[in-house]
């Protein structure tokens, strides 16, 4: 973990750098605090025009009318369902694939790589359009499904991408010795691969995780009646309205929309870390 | 999709039963793994089958309605779809609208990149000069702001300049300025949404690229006598070429269909559309006023545009000489 020792060497600058990295943090946190603390703030307060930043009246009301009003739970399970989804199914998928490229030599492997490289870059957002009409062929409109489908999808390709590097950093001396030892292509798989790939699996879930969660577009082009399969994205809008916001109800909801990412990336903080300087040094 | 990729699962067994030595197959020492046959097919076939049905398919589609007439009527089955060749093409290139919102796009697109770099590796080298504490601190910071769903950000930085209950012009004293009246203002404050949640990404991969680097390689830079400055110049950036493309792209990539942001924070685009970038303008088009050969017309202007960026990318790393 020791940085180099060369850059550590004390300069009368690094305690300015150090004030600078801490007031900096502070300013990066401000949004995330501002947010968390309109969320607690009486409704009075909120609607005064000098701001104060603190409170010495916490309450609770703006959650309470959150989770009352809107069928807020309802849209937070919906996300956590979609996103759930996703994370899990597209692992596994991408695991096949990582490995099928990485410890496989076959024809086409190359042209698969350069085209999953190129459908990381393709704009889903302009893919609006005909997904809107596959789902509505296929009766998906309004469902849940309309959201995991082609998440899982977009998902896939960065996925597969990152995985690379950590199942090609498997030696293949392993995986002949587990072969000499007589286990079979899908024990070596499921028992020897997966758990020595799953730092790797960990970081790539995160990106698939907040790019599902985050979902906007989707959720307000393919869910437009059911309001009972809604995610927490469109449960924020009720919030804002078009003569007066309602502050409160827009940062309580925002707040509870966050802190499970939150609480995610604290926990894989380190695997994210180590997984993107592996993922990017390869 | 779960059936298929539980299918391979290996039998409920656990542990690895006892060592088992078969000289017999140790005749083959030609790696096993490559004789494969089917099997990677098989590894593939879950992944290929949901982008050839969610992904290739829809581009094929988007494409072909882009040159039909498809409008409410025809969704609806109301009136037959016709062949319009390039006309939808003509009549989009013809809107002196579209011109704007494609510069528009570009610039915001160019500006956000640019800016997103500079704070994330400027920040990322000042991560590497500061002890464990400060840089936990930052660390959480920004992976806070990382995490934080766009919508909900674009939420919180609207109500930062809000004009009548934001704390922003109380501190700068500009009394009920509205900052998203204006075109300038408004994109300056997306624009800082989207540096504050898009700056972490690249200031923790360059970060971690930096900690690659092997210790000796510095020190004996500095043993030869180098400054910090050529240090950086010549050692370390350099070796943190891959990094700095590869974030450089996925930020252009990100920054070029940039959503939400635009739609929450400008309420759809602005006044009078003066907020528009490409993406939202597609939408608009499209689900708004129901012209959707327009909107898929945009949509294939934009395939277009980051399929060139994905080229010069390949091209790039084609010639570093990395292995796919």
């Known amino acids: ?282 | 999709m779960t059936a298929n990729s539980t299918a391979y699962k290996a039998p409920g067994t656990s542990g690895a039963g006892g060592p088992s030595p078969r000289p017999l197959r140790s005749r083959h020492p030609a790696s096993p793994v490559r004789r494969s046959g089917w099997t990677p097919w098989l590894y593939l076939l879950p992944a290929l089958v949901l982008l050839g049905g969610l992904l290739v398919y829809p581009i094929y589609q988007l494409g072909l309605i882009s040159f039909l007439e498809y409008t409410q009527a025809q969704v609806s089955g109301g009136e037959p779809t016709t062949f319009q060749g390039f006309g939808n093409y003509a009549t989009l290139f013809r809107d002196s609208q579209f011109w704007q919102v494609l510069l528009a796009t570009v610039v915001f697109a160019a500006v956000c990149v640019l800016a997103t770099l500079l704070v994330g590796c400027a920040l990322a080298v000042l991560l590497t000069r500061v002890r464990a504490v400060p840089r936990l601190a930052l660390m959480m910071a920004a992976l806070g702001a990382w995490a934080t769903p766009a919508i909900t950000g674009s939420t919180v930085w609207v109500f930062l300049f809000d004009a009548d209950f934001g704390p922003v012009n109380r501190v700068l004293g500009l009394g009920d300025h509205s900052w998203t009246y204006g075109r300038y203002s408004a994109f300056a404050l997306v624009l800082l949404e989207v540096l504050w949640c898009s700056f972490p990404f690249v200031m923790v991969t360059v970060y971690a690229g930096i900690r690659a680097i092997p210790t000796e390689v510095l020190e004996a830079a500095a043993l030869d006598g180098a400054s910090q400055w050529r240090i950086w110049r010549s050692v370390t950036a350099p070796m943190l070429r891959p990094i700095l493309i590869v974030v450089t792209i996925q930020s252009i990539i990100w920054d070029f269909k940039v959503f939400t942001q635009i739609y929450v924070m400008t309420n759809g685009g602005g006044i009078a559309g003066q907020n528009l970038v490409l993406n939202v303008y597609a939408y608009q088009k499209a689900f708004a006023s129901s012209q959707y050969s327009l909107g898929s017309a945009i949509g294939v202007v934009m395939l277009v545009i980051l399929l060139a960026v994905t080229l010069v990318y390949l091209r790039l790393v084609r010639r570093q000489g990395e292995e796919l």
């Open chain 1, 1 to 282: 973990m020791s940085l180099p020792s060369l850059l550590r060497v004390r300069r009368p600058g690094r305690l300015a750098a150090e004030a600078a990295a801490l007031l900096i943090a502070a300013a990066v946190a401000f949004p995330l605090y501002w947010m968390v603390l309109s969320a607690f703030k009486p409704a009075g307060e909120i609607q005064s025009t000098h701001p104060r930043p603190w409170t010495l009246s916490p309450s609770l009301d703006s959650f309470r009318r959150v989770f009352q009003q809107q069928d807020f739970g309802r849209y937070f399970l919906n996300s956590l369902l979609v996103a759930g989804t996703v994370v899990i199914v597209s692992a596994l998928i991408a695991f096949l694939a990582a490995t099928a490229v990485t410890r496989f030599r076959f024809r086409f492997r190359t042209t698969l790589l350069i085209m999953f490289l190129v459908a990381q870059m393709v704009p889903v957002e302009a893919l609006t359009i005909p997904l809107f009409f596959l789902m509505r062929d296929f009766g998906q409109l309004n469902t849940l499904g309309s959201l995991i489908l082609p998440h899982l999808a977009f998902s896939l390709p960065f996925a597969i991408w990152m995985l690379r590097g950590f199942v090609k950093a498997v030696p293949d001396a392993l995986e002949e010795a587990a072969y000499i030892d007589g286990a079979s292509r899908t024990r070596f798989l499921w028992q020897i691969l997966f758990p020595l790939v799953f730092p790797g699996l960990v970081a790539t879930s995160v990106f698939s995780f907040i790019s599902t969660w985050n979902d906007f577009l989707f959720a307000k082009s393919f869910i437009i009646s059911d309001t009972s399969q809604s995610t927490l994205p469109m449960a924020l809008l009720v919030f804002l309205k078009p003569d007066e916001n309602d502050w409160g109800g827009v940062m309580a909801a925002s707040a509870v929309m966050t802190v499970p990412v939150l609480v995610f990336f604290v926990l894989v903080q380190r695997r994210l870390v180590s997984g993107l300087g592996g993922a990017v040094k390869d």
